[in-house]
Every structure is written in structure tokens, then in C-alpha cells.
Nanobody, 125 residues
Framework: QVQLVESGGGLVQAGGSLRLSCAAS????????IGWFRQAPGEAREFVAA????????HYANSVKGRFIISLDNDKNTLHLQMNSLKPEDTAVYYC??????????????????WGQGTRVTVTS
């Protein structure tokens, strides 16, 4: 049974940093694509960042490129998202998600089979 549990959300001022974590069980990172999505109030869920199972390449949405860093701690089976230079528009519920490694997409929410419960990030101006 796959479980993804996020933590690390909170309230931060613009320009600040947060580090999100996603503790995974029931899967191995080398066998899935895994990433972060976010959903702001009234908005659709959108891609933030992902790590591919094949070689561990990383991918970012343009809106977070250069500010966010996705990484894996394989020893602890934990995914991280380091978020720097946060902006009010980064305010959202952030979700960790994993998908079986079929297809070339890594940024389509509907392609991901496993989801965490989400952690809320609020950035004040």
C-alpha cells in the first residue's frame, strides 16, 4: 500500500523560505516518477516539480525555476522541496504525488496514481 505524507508547510513572509517533505512508503523512488503539485483556492491543480525514475532528471515549472529545488533522500525514502524567494502567488496547498513510469509526461496531475493529503503554504506580502 502506497502512502505519501507531506509536512513542512506554514506561514512565511515574501522572500522567505520553506522546506517541504514527503515521506513515502510502499514504493521505491527508482520505480516511479515523483513530484510536487500545488492548488491555490479556486484554481486547478498545477505542476511544480518532478524527478523522473529514469536517471533521476529533475523538471520544474517556469514559475518556480531558479527558486525551488526538488531532491530525494533515498536513505529515508523522503522527497523534499526547498522553496526559496517565496512570493504571495506561491500560496497554495502543496501535494506530493507519484506515478508509475509509463509515458513521457511528468507534469499532468491526472497521470499520477498516488497522492498525499497536502500541506498548506501561505506567503504574505
Amino acid at each position: 500500500q502506497v502512502q505519501l505524507v507531506e509536512s513542512g508547510g506554514g506561514l512565511v513572509q515574501a522572500g522567505g523560505s520553506l522546506r517541504l517533505s514527503c515521506a513515502a512508503s510502499g514504493l521505491t523512488f527508482s520505480s516511479v516518477d515523483i513530484g510536487w503539485f500545488r492548488q491555490a483556492p479556486g484554481e486547478a491543480r498545477e505542476f511544480v516539480a518532478a524527478i523522473r525514475w529514469s536517471g533521476g532528471s529533475t523538471h520544474y515549472a517556469n514559475s518556480v525555476k531558479g527558486r525551488f529545488i526538488i531532491s530525494l533522500d533515498n536513505d529515508k525514502n523522503t522527497l523534499h522541496l526547498q522553496m526559496n524567494s517565496l512570493k504571495p502567488e506561491d500560496t497554495a496547498v502543496y501535494y506530493c504525488a507519484a506515478k508509475l513510469p509509463f509515458g513521457n509526461d511528468y507534469d499532468v496531475p491526472d497521470d499520477f496514481q498516488y497522492w498525499g493529503q497536502g500541506t498548506r503554504v501561505t506567503v504574505t506580502s
